[in-house]
């Protein structure tokens, strides 16, 4: 029996993980893949209050060490379903806990394209840290218009020979800071009011179709294409018992509760109008600390 099960292993559960370790209760949490979340695959963190320049990589293992240090049990396990009364089932094993903090963030959207995910590390991939070092001298597309893709068009600029920058309307909604630094490099070409429309090769990617506003369909050769179109929640697993919105984030009217007693959400995965690292340690601290003061009254 644990005091609180966390589910996710990213900066808002980790951070939970923290604070109710601090407080002294037992803790376990569960992650599916690696500790770290979205952030792991950040080249550089500008805009964490006090830390002005960290690498993903090293915000990710330092908080996973700090909350390791501290006492928490972390494992390695993917979350089948959690139950009304705190059971917790995983691919290996069942776990009770007093409380549940759900904090398993949001996964990488897709362009939901045929042969899109059958090429996915053969030209298709949704992460240039991981992946832009198979790309040396080629060319790639990166598509997206936010932050994401303004950095890893900027990063595999500097890999790849050509980086073709493709984004379904005129303006980047990414940092003015972002756009500058793309419009800077010269092998990036910006090819906007675009949409990819089709995705093609056999055995690796060969080529993408683009169409613009006019309807004109284009098809350019690339040898690789780095999806960086957002986030998508990926909660269907808690919807047996949790209300989650239309887009399927979970519902929690203060940022905190879900609609189920002693089941609280943080982070990437709640409805919310700001998905940022700040945010989601802050979410992660509060809903540790609202977990043990509700336990205990
Ligand atoms: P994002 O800000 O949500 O941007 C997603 C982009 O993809 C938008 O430009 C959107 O177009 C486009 N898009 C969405 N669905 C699409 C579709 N089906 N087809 C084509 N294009 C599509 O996502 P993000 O860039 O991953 O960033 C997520 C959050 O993390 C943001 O808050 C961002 O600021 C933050 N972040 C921060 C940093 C940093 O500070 N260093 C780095 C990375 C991310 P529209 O613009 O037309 O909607």
Do not use: W
């Not at 805009?47 to 006492?71: F, V």
């Not at 396990?77 to 549940?100: F, Q």
């Amino acid at each position: 029996m644990y005091d609180i099960i966390i589910v996710g292993a990213g900066p808002a559960g980790l951070t939970a993980a923290l604070y109710a370790r601090r407080a002294n209760k037992k803790v376990l949490v569960l992650e599916a893949k690696t500790y770290g979340g979205q952030i792991i695959n950040t080249p550089e963190i500008e805009n964490y209050p006090g830390i002005p320049k960290i690498s993903g990589y090293d915000y990710a293992t330092n908080l996973y060490n700090q909350a390791l240090e501290l006492g928490a049990e972390i494992k390695f396990e993917t979350v089948i379903r959690v139950e009304k009364d705190k059971t917790v089932e995983t691919n290996k094993d069942h776990y009770k806990a007093k409380a549940v903090i759900l904090a398993i963030g949001a996964d990488k959207r897709k362009l939901n394209l045929p042969k899109e995910v059958d090429l996915i590390g053969k030209g298709v991939s949704y992460c240039a840290t991981c992946d832009g070092n198979f790309f040396k001298n080629k060319i790639v597309a990166v598509n997206g218009g936010g932050n994401t893709a303004l950095e890893e068009a900027i990063y595999l600029s500097n890999i790849a020979k050509k980086v073709y920058l493709i984004h379904r309307r005129d303006t980047f909604r990414g940092e003015k800071k972002y756009v500058d630094e793309v419009l800077k490099k010269e092998n990036i070409e910006r090819i906007m009011n675009s949409t990819i429309t089709k995705i093609n090769g056999e055995k690796h990617l060969e080529s993408i179709e683009i169409v613009n506003q006019e309807g004109k369909t284009n098809t350019i050769e690339i040898n690789g294409l780095f999806i960086a179109i957002g986030q998508a929640p990926k909660n269907e697993i808690f919807k047996n018992i949790i209300e989650l919105t239309q887009d399927g984030y979970i519902k929690s009217e203060d940022g905190v509760h879900t609609n189920i007693k002693g089941i609280y959400v943080a982070g990437d995965s709640r409805e919310k109008e700001l998905r940022q690292l700040t945010t989601a340690v802050s979410d992660g601290a509060i809903a540790a600390t609202t977990a043990i003061k509700e336990m205990e009254d």
